[in-house]
């Protein structure tokens, strides 16, 4: 990588804070931080906490950590309370602060790190990558990867693209967004806040080609209205994963914007980021795999067999088969080479012995009028074991029992009888979280 920041060193490669910094700036700065770590006496696998967003000192710091074939454990601000518990589970070693001035502090923690799966990658002499999982429906679980099988696909030069790093530091997609735009020369457009209007300012700004997002945002976006205020023409393709697409959203983004292809992406911190391809840009069937991954269904779920899966999780028992394939967890439909993700297993609302999927009754909801989110749910019925029940935020000022009554109305005409929520709620306060995800609700 160091020879591509070498043949572009001119060229701007991170915009931070309205500043650019160029990929000659970076190359000096990782060499600054192999010193410094050097100088720290960080030996080779040393498990890192680095606590950051996207920054120039972040990203050179991150780049000097795998050549020195460190354990990298990326943290950010949004996992708030788990912090303290990210870093014990980690068992980290040493933790970069890096502030909102990109000013970095060093300190050094007591931890032994003496985790099976550390002394494999030690043994091994390759570099670590720790990722936590959102725990939406439990707790957050450490997988842990070598770093390299990751960056492999990225040896491979394709498209430079300006793009905005909309996805978290310590988000598998945001990890996937970072190198495939340093492995091509990108421009990296980096944000303070990320809301409709000053996501949409900097790609005005900026001209920005790729904006990696998540459905919800997506929504966001139509429900602010916010493209009517910022030229986002420079836009050739916005990515979304992280959580199924309802179909109603994507079809009025692809009319209301045809120019910018929609496509669908999927991955997993245990497994990477898979290549894919959407039928269409209003299509929610994608393939996926190839280039290092394999995949099958069984029994509905998707499995994924990959050279670049995780060693393990650091607080969980192993999850793959034993031939090897990784249980995602998606239940899908195939149509040939292609899939439709449902949704997960674990969401899946058993009424009486008919399943009912969360996500194809959002998707019937969103057609009503004034809805801007909505959660479908279970709760326990001594009867017929679940019933399904609705969380909505609309987005104007209604009567609340008579918009109630007419949701009521409108789901019996366009459901079936086991999947009418019987509890509907409306609700003040946005139905997701930090990182513009679904909250889910356990039944």
Known sequence: MTKIFSE???KSAIIWNDKPFTYEWLLDRYFFWKNKILSENIVPGT???????????????????IESECIFVPITKSIGLKRDSFIEIAQGQVLFNIDQNDNVKI????????????????????????????????????????INGILDKFRIRRHSFRSITFLLYDHIGGFNTLFYLL???????????????????YVEKYQVELLPTSPTFINLILLSEAYKRHNIKSLK??????????????????????????????????????????????????KVGGEGFQTRIVDNMLQIKAKSAMLGYLNEIDPFTEDGWFKTNDIVESDGDYIKILGRESEIINVGGEKV??????????????????????????IIGNIVCAKIK??????????INELKNYCRNNLKKHEVPIKIQLVKSSLHGDRFKKIRENG
Not at 183 to 199: E, F, K, Q, W, Y
């Open 107 to 146: 300190s050094k923690l007591t931890y032994e790190a003496n985790h099976p799966i550390y002394q494999k990658l030690r043994s091994s002499k390759e570099p670590g990558l720790v990722l936590f999982s959102s725990g939406s429906t439990g707790k957050s679980k450490a997988s842990v990867h070598n």
């Open 237 to 286: 393709m916005i990515t979304y994963g992280t959580e199924p697409m309802p179909e109603h959203t994507l079809k009025r983004f692809n009319h209301l914007f045809p120019n910018i292809q929609m496509l669908q992406t999927y991955g997993l911190s245990e497994v990477g980021i898979l290549r894919s391809k959407s039928k269409s840009s209003d299509s929610l069937w994608v």
């Open 47 to 65: 498990v890192t906490i680095v606590e950051a967003d996207f920054s120039p000192n972040s990203v050179a710091l991150l780049l000097a950590l």
């Open 183 to 201: 492995s091509n020369a990108g421009l990296i457009v980096t944000l303070r806040n990320r809301n409709p209007d000053d996501v949409l300012k």
């Open 394 to 403: 609309t987005n104007t000022n209604v009567s609340e029992k008579e918009f």
């Open 357 to 382: 999927f969360p996500q194809e009754i959002e998707n019937i909801i969103l057609r009503f009028e004034n809805i801007a989110e909505v959660t479908v749910y279970a709760e326990k019925n001594p």
């Open 8 to 10: 572009n060193k001119k």
